[in-house]
């Protein structure tokens, strides 16, 4: 069965957002709502946002002052039914732990009228730091969802080989996740 909405993922600098293009794709599997994917600066280098705009019905990056009066932080918040962040740096969940407002993304968490869902993406050594973990946890006592990542095989961009540690949630699971949400 479909479901639709409006759904926004903020999209951080993780080598993983790569691979977000199969996530969309796998969604469209089941949902026939509007999927816009905003992304910070440094998502953007990783994969430049022309290509996600293949992939999805609009991108936003926030660099651009000229599209500022449509594509802000509150009119966001307003036009969409879920905020999902996949993938989720250590950086961006620590900003919005404390509620720091450093990019669109975050400033977005922090417009947003309902709780958010992030998707931590890091190697094991970054994700088992306790700065990490008390971000997650600071999140959570706010009332945001933290998928904690599966432990497993993955490609790290960073290493170039293949290691074992926290892995991103596979396509499938992210579309279960937003169903969840916005059925
Ligand atoms: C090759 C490479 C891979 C990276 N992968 C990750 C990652 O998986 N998770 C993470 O938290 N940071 C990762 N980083 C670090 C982030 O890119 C960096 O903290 C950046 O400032 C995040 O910015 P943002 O949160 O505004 O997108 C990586 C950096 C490089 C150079």
């Given at each position: 069965m479909t479901f639709g909405g409006n759904l926004l993922i903020g999209a951080s600098g993780s080598?993983?957002?790569?691979?977000l293009p199969m996530f969309l794709s796998a969604l469209r599997t089941e949902f026939s709502g509007s999927v816009t994917v905003l992304m910070t600066h440094s998502a953007t280098t990783f994969l430049p946002a022309s290509t996600m705009g293949l992939f999805a019905d609009r991108v936003v990056?926030?660099?651009?002052?000229?599209?500022w009066a449509r594509s802000n932080h509150v009119t966001l918040a307003e036009e969409h039914d879920l905020f999902v962040v996949l993938p989720a740096t250590a950086n961006t969940l620590a900003a919005a732990a404390i509620g720091g407002a450093p990019n669109l993304l975050t400033t977005t968490v922090l417009e947003f009228p309902t709780p958010v869902v992030f998707f931590p993406v890091m190697s094991a050594q970054m994700w088992a730091k306790p700065s990490v973990q008390r971000n997650a946890a600071l999140l959570r006592e706010d009332g945001h969802e933290i998928v904690n990542p599966a432990v497993g095989p993955r490609y790290d961009v960073a290493l170039g080989r293949f290691v074992t540690g926290p892995t991103p949630p596979t396509p499938p699971q992210f579309v279960s996740k937003v169903a969840e949400r916005l059925r």
């Open positions: 080598g993983a957002v790569a691979f990056t926030g660099g651009d002052p000229t599209t």
